[in-house]
Every structure is written in structure tokens, then in C-alpha cells.
């Protein structure tokens, strides 16, 4: 067996091949360098850079501080600890956030079809404009989704609507109504939705990627909870803070990754579009479904 | 210059390239993320050691490497790519002479390799962008263009072979950069 039947393309491989020869390294490190570049160029942009580059200077800035303000606080700092060790003894520390919204984005950047069941909430101080609807969500990447769900709480108007990349649609029971039309006409679908739910909100690529990388976000790795689906590992609670509502008007979020392996297993969206008003939108991950592009086209 | 006016600016120059070294080793991309800011962190409290007169780029490198020998030390061989010495050594290599293409920014250096995707075959090509830009494994692939699983490996592999030639066609043409 060759070096090249181990470190095949993906490069899935991690174990040692036996006896490499000079040739054989000299081949890996080449094959290496290229999908290194690679990866690069498919995941590099000019936000992501400048995000990165403001990560670094923060952690040397942190460094600096700490390092110039050691001798006066070098006390409390030894107090504070021994109390943080007794206080909170086991406690491991947690990834960091961003590190964490990479390994969402990498997961949901793979061509498969996932289902979530998605509720948006809006509710009032008064309680008089209270409204709480259900959906299921089936997405795949490339801004394709079909959603289905009651629009009101009229049982006999259902809702189904869907994109499928390119062509979005909208297909209701009573009113009997069927639409459809190009992406970027999503403000059409405001009358099918609601002000407050955008179709922005079903390309979770795209919140994740915003919110990760778009500069005047404050994200926080806040805790390790147990998984609580068969099989699933502990999850990271990562929080999100907007400091403006360019973000599609969200205003707070929160996600749950799996640690291991990046799975979005929920995500929570909020803001306060108007004084005494507040939306909220949360997606629940319920598994994966068969591929299938057909369920996102137009079906008339 | 200040020492930190100084970082930053070989921050933003070397970033991306200490990105790519990275996830040319390392697996989990989220992994390759905290590497980086470990490395220039580490870069940063070394700077009393760092020769001025040497390139930055190598040395930070180098820093890095140590952190993915340590990080497959303490997380296992699942997170990262098979390494070792010798092996991050070839690759620092292999990275310093991809640092010799034109352009200033590491992104300029990288239109040689825009441009020699162009000369691939078309499943090469295919193949090379339904992985790295869809994220689609062997398997999908090999379902999506509708050959084998084993042509789908050989194709990225000839086909990163070929970028490889190519762009060392345009090292010797297009000068040290």
C-alpha cells in the first residue's frame, strides 16, 4: 500500500502509513499544501479576514492588559481564583465561540437535506397581539427550503412554501392561493408570513456566517450542557448580542453545536421591532431526510 | 514603530498564510481558528526572540507547526491530519516556495491558483469544487458526477497535482514575488 492509497482526497486518513519514503513525504506535503490553499480560498472573505485579524490583536490586547495590570492585581487575581477553583471545581473550559460557529458553518456547508421544526412567537406587553405559529422546515444549501405548516389558527389553512435556489413559492389552502416568483422578490412573502418572519431566517448558512463573522456582534461561548438526542455528545450554548439590527433585525440569538461535530442542533432568534413588541423565531434540528431536490421546486 | 503597531501589521500580512499551513494539517476548521490565535499569541510574547532581519512568515510558521504536533498530541490523530516532524518540515517547504509567487497579499498569490484551476480536466475541476466548495465527500461525489468512487480520489488527487505544476509554472515565469 502506497502513501497515496492512505491520504486519499479528503484526506480522511490520520493514521501513519508504515514507512514513508522521501518521496512519499515529499508527494503528502504536496497534496497537502494544495488542499490547504484550498480550503483557504473556499472559506476566505474580506469579513471573515478582518474578524480574524481583530481576534488575534483582542487576544494580544487581553495579553498586554493583564500583563501591565498583574502587579497591582496580582492578589485578588490569586483570591478570585482560588474562589473561581473552589466555586466551580470541574469545570472545564469551553471553546470559544467562534471557533464553535466555524464548526456549525463547515457542518452546514454539506449537501444534505435537514428538517427543523421551527416556531415564531410574537407577543406583546398587552397580550392582545400574541401570536404563535408552527412549521416544519426542510432545508439543503444553496438557498433551498420548503416549509410546511398552519398559518393561522384556522385548521383548514395550511401552508406550504419553498425555494429552490433561485425560484421561490407559496402555496396556500384557504384563502386558496398559489404564488410565485424570483428570490429576491422575498418581500411578497411578508403576506404569506408575517412582517416579522423572513426567509432570510431558513438559510441558517447564511445567519450563522452573519452573525459569526459581521463585526458588531458579541458572541460568547456561555456554557457545556449534556446531549440530550440518542447518540448526541455534549452541545456548546453560544450566545449572540447585536449592537445594531442590520442583521436581519435580530437583535439577541442562541445556538446549541454539538461539540464533536459541529451539528446545529437549535438555534433561537429574537429582537423588539417596535417599544412593547417581541418576536421570537426557534429552530429545533430533527434528524436528516432522504435527498430529494424536487421537494423544493414549484409543484404546479 | 511600536512593538504592537508592528504586530498588527504582521498580523494582516501573515494571517492568511499561517491560515492555510493550518488547515492544510489540521482537520476541524474550528480547531485550525484557535491555533491561529494561539500562534500569534505565542508570536507575540516571543517577539524579544524573533530575529528582525529573518522573515516573520517562517517563524510563525514554525511556532505553528509546534501547536498542531501538540494539539494531535492532546486531542488524538481524529483531529488532525497525519504529521509529524519531518512531515511539517517538507510542508514549510512546500508553503515557502508557494510564498515566492507574485503579488503582495497572500490573497494575490492565490489568483495563480484561481487561474490554473481553468486548465484542469472537467471532472478534476468538478471534483475539486463539489469538495471544496460544496463540502461534498468522495461518496456524494462520486453519486453526483455518476463515476467511481476510487476515479473520484484519483481525480483530486491528479487534479492537486496539477495546480501544483501549474502554479510552479508560473513561479519560474512570473517571478519572485
Known amino acids: 500500500m ?13 493514521s501513519a502509513p508504515p514507512d514513508l519514503s522521501q518521496d512519499q513525504r515529499q508527494w503528502l506535503a504536496e497534496q497537502r499544501l494544495v488542499h490547504g490553499l484550498l480550503r483557504s480560498m473556499a472559506t476566505a472573505d474580506a469579513a471573515g479576514r478582518e474578524h480574524r485579524v481583530e481576534t488575534i490583536l483582542e487576544s494580544v490586547d487581553a495579553h498586554r492588559s493583564h500583563r501591565r495590570a498583574w502587579g497591582l492585581a496580582a492578589a485578588a487575581l490569586l483570591l478570585a481564583g482560588l474562589m473561581g477553583y473552589l466555586l466551580f471545581q470541574g469545570i472545564e473550559r469551553l471553546p470559544q465561540a467562534k471557533a464553535m460557529m466555524s464548526q456549525a458553518l463547515n457542518h452546514l456547508s454539506s449537501q444534505v437535506d435537514r428538517t427543523y421544526r421551527l416556531t415564531a412567537e410574537l407577543h406583546s406587553d398587552s397580550g392582545k397581539q400574541d401570536v404563535v405559529q408552527a412549521f416544519l422546515l426542510t432545508t439543503r444549501p444553496g438557498k433551498k427550503f420548503l416549509l410546511e405548516g398552519q398559518i393561522t389558527f384556522d385548521p383548514r389553512s395550511l401552508l406550504r412554501m419553498g425555494c429552490d435556489g433561485e425560484m421561490l413559492w407559496a402555496l396556500m389552502s384557504n384563502p386558496a392561493v398559489r404564488w410565485s416568483g424570483p428570490l429576491d422578490r422575498r418581500e411578497k412573502i411578508a403576506e ?15 445567519v450563522i ?10 458572541l460568547r461561548a456561555v456554557q457545556r450542557l449534556p446531549g440530550t438526542r440518542a447518540g448526541e455528545g455534549s452541545v456548546i450554548r453560544v450566545e ?3 449592537e445594531t439590527t442590520d442583521v436581519f433585525r435580530i437583535e439577541r440569538a442562541e445556538f446549541l453545536i454539538e461539540e464533536a461535530t459541529g451539528l446545529l442542533t437549535y438555534a433561537e432568534l429574537s429582537g423588539n421591532p417596535e417599544p412593547g413588541l417581541t418576536w421570537k423565531l426557534s429552530l429545533d434540528y430533527s434528524g436528516e431526510v432522504d435527498p430529494g431536490e424536487d421537494r423544493y421546486r414549484r409543484p404546479w | 514603530m511600536e512593538s504592537h503597531e508592528l504586530f498588527e501589521i504582521l498580523v494582516r500580512e501573515n494571517a492568511d498564510m499561517v491560515r492555510a499551513f493550518l488547515l492544510s494539517s489540521v482537520r476541524d476548521p474550528g480547531s485550525a481558528e484557535d491555533l491561529l490565535q494561539e500562534a500569534f499569541l505565542v508570536a507575540w510574547k516571543n517577539l524579544g526572540k524573533y530575529d528582525r532581519k529573518l522573515p516573520f512568515g517562517p517563524w510563525v510558521r514554525g511556532i505553528a507547526g509546534k501547536l498542531v504536533l501538540n ?8 483531529k488532525v491530519y497525519f504529521c509529524d516532524d519531518e512531515m511539517l518540515g517538507v510542508l514549510d517547504r512546500s508553503f515557502a516556495e508557494f510564498h515566492t509567487l507574485a503579488g503582495d497579499t497572500f490573497d494575490q498569490k492565490l489568483d495563480a491558483l484561481r487561474q490554473c484551476l481553468t486548465g ?14 460544496h463540502g461534498l465527500h468522495c461518496r456524494e461525489i462520486s453519486q453526483r458526477l455518476e463515476i467511481g468512487f476510487e476515479a473520484v480520489k484519483k481525480h483530486l488527487q491528479r487534479g492537486r497535482n496539477a495546480l501544483l505544476v501549474c502554479m510552479r509554472g508560473k513561479m519560474s515565469v512570473g517571478g519572485v514575488g
Open chain 1, 2 to 14: 502506497t502513501a497515496h492509497d492512505f491520504f486519499d482526497d479528503t484526506i480522511d486518513e490520520s
Open chain 1, 192 to 206: 404569506f408570513l408575517g412582517k416579522y418572519l423572513d426567509v432570510e431566517f431558513f438559510d441558517l448558512h447564511k
Open chain 1, 209 to 218: 456566517s452573519t452573525l459569526g463573522w459581521y463585526g458588531r456582534v458579541d
Open chain 1, 240 to 242: 449572540a448580542t447585536c
Open chain 2, 71 to 78: 494539539h494531535r498530541r492532546k486531542l488524538g490523530r481524529s
Open chain 2, 120 to 133: 484542469l480536466t472537467d471532472h478534476q475541476r468538478a471534483s475539486i469544487e463539489l469538495h471544496y466548495e
